[in-house]
């Protein structure tokens, strides 16, 4: 009988240590893991495209600063490289992002001329529009993701 009352006492007991007999002293029982605790919520998670989003966006803003103030103290050749840098830089930072944030990177930077300063001329018109108005999606989708960013638009000919 004095078996089956310790095997009683001892079951559902693992993890823990039983107290010898004739002691008084307790032993906490171990923490245990709640299904709160394994929550995607409980563990913080940064979003993958937040740093591709800002890459963007510097990329995007650079090239703009360079359609809109010119070559300045640059030389012609080194203003264009510089425009097809940061061309280049756009099209690297959507490649470290997924989904709708890099789809939307992809169609925008294919469709920036050989020469971006293309799309300020009266016969580019169209292209800066679309550029302008696939620029809002961007900052949309990076939105979406909790990565805010401002970003500079092409300022299309006017219309005549």
Known sequence: M???SL?????GCAGQVAPQFGSSMAVPASPSITSESLTPS??????PNAAGCKAFAKANNQLSSYMTDGKKSLTAEQWKAA???????MDKAGLTTTGTVKERITALVS???ADPTDMELSTGRVLAETYNTTLDRIANAC????????LSKVI?????
């Open 42 to 47: 409980a563990v913080p998670n940064a979003d």
């Open 111 to 113: 469709t920036i001329p």
């Open 83 to 89: 425009e097809a840098a940061a061309v280049n830089e």
């Open 143 to 150: 939105a979406a993701d909790g990565a805010t960013v401002s």
């Open 7 to 11: 095997a009683l006492l001892l079951t």
């Open 2 to 4: 004095a078996t089956l």
């Open 156 to 160: 299309p000919a006017p219309k005549f």
